[in-house]
């Protein structure tokens, strides 16, 4: 069987944002159901930095596999994927693509989730990819009306808001500080590497939801801890990765509830239309699989000669070939 290599061009030509949502969704739920095993990360240090592993088993799919980066160059990232009934390899994705599209994939999950039903005005807090991929997703899952946006450097708002105009049909603008890029927000995300908080919780306005993708440590983090006191509740793709990340968690843990128990109403996330809501997103492990094998299911296959966009070698089979269909489908 031929091994199914695909580079970021297949994910951007093949990988759209309701598939990314519906493989998240799918694993999260499989998670709470411990159908996915999904262990912390594992960091192998190299000096200058580390080579960073995350794994997961999705058991009814009988599928499993891997993600590798570093926080040491800045390399390629790698996603792995094998069939559990016959061993075999089935896909590599390469590239930074995938992981970014399932952290923005995520975010969504958490939006529908906990944000208040309806239409959503967003605000933006950077404008790099991972803040383009929350965005790019979020649209899978509601419509949004407008979008703020505001970078350290201006121009870079600015050419973020012209794309969301263009590509994601978002009406979108910069602004120049942070307090009026989160006021007044259903839906803010805070997308940065800040070791300090850029906004202050006083900011955010009754109802908002809030999505932080940076450090989150008492050492580093770049919202303020007063979120926590203020948050009707504080969700988490992975209750394990929270607590074993290294340092001080910034959210008591034990104010911290499961993504994947929201979605399978063992738990609730929000009560009423002005309850502040805030998403840890931290990166549960498997859930980079779940994509991974949603897009090599979305490549089109039409004949032994064929190769798709961004494809060495073309798989005889989808990747879940001998496992039980489902929906399933840079951050941590």
Same mark, same amino acid.
Not at 100 to 120: K, L, S
Not at 255 to 279: E, H, I, W
């Given at each position: ?12 030509? /093949?990988?759209? !944002? ?13 998670? /709470? /159901? ?7 990360? #594992? ?18 799919? @009988? ?11 800045? &390399?390629? @990232?790698?996603? $792995? ?31 529908? $989730? &906990? ?6 005005? #967003? ?13 790019? &997703? ?15 450097? +201006? ?5 973020? $808001? ?9 009406? *979108? ?7 009026? !890029? ?26 908002? /939801? ?8 008492? &050492? ?8 926590? =006191? ?6 988490? =793709?992975?209750?394990? @990765? ?19 128990? #929201? ?10 239309? =002005? ?16 994509? $991974?094998?949603?897009?090599?299911? *979305? #490549? ?14 073309? *798989? ?14 840079? +951050?941590?």
């Amino acid at each position: 069987m031929s091994v199914l290599l695909l580079d970021d061009d297949a994910v951007r030509a /093949h990988l759209d !944002a309701a598939t990314a949502v519906r493989a998240v969704r799918a694993a999260l739920l499989s998670a /709470h /159901h411990d159908d996915l095993a999904a262990p912390p990360r #594992v960091r192998a240090a190299l000096g200058a930095g580390d080579l960073v592993i995350t794994a997961g088993h999705l058991r009814s799919r @009988q599928l499993f596999g891997f993600r590798a980066y570093d926080t040491l160059v800045g &390399a390629e @990232q790698l996603v $792995a994927v094998w069939g559990t009934a016959d061993g075999e390899l089935r896909a590599v994705v390469h590239g930074v693509e995938l992981g970014a599209r399932r952290t923005g994939a995520i975010g969504a999950v958490a939006v529908d $989730a &906990a944000a208040r039903p309806g239409p959503v005005r #967003v605000g933006l807090v950077r404008a790099g990819p991972q803040a383009w991929t929350q965005l790019w &997703a979020l649209r899978a899952v509601r419509e949004v009306t407008d979008a703020v946006v505001v970078a350290r450097h +201006h121009d870079r708002a600015a050419a973020f $808001a012209r794309r969301a105009a263009g590509e994601l049909g978002v009406p *979108a603008r910069a602004v120049t500080a942070v307090e009026d !890029a989160v006021t007044d927000r259903d839906v803010v995300v805070v997308a940065t590497g800040s070791p300090t908080p850029v906004l202050d919780a006083d900011w955010l306005a009754p109802g908002t /939801h809030l999505t932080t993708l940076g450090p989150k440590s008492t &050492a580093r983090h770049e919202v303020p801890a007063a979120l926590a =006191d203020r948050a009707r509740a504080v969700l988490t =793709d992975s209750l394990a @990765q929270s607590a074993g990340s290294g340092g001080s968690p910034l959210f008591p843990t034990d104010r911290l509830v499961s993504l994947g128990a #929201v979605l399978a109403g063992a738990a609730p996330a929000r009560t009423g239309p =002005d309850d502040l809501t805030v998403f840890s997103s931290v990166g549960l492990a498997g859930t980079e699989v779940a994509v $991974a094998a949603a897009l090599c299911e *979305a #490549v089109p296959r039409r004949g032994p000669s064929w190769r798709p966009r961004g494809c060495v070698r073309r *798989a005889k089979r989808p990747c879940g070939a001998g496992a039980v269909r489902s929906t399933v489908r840079g +951050h941590g």
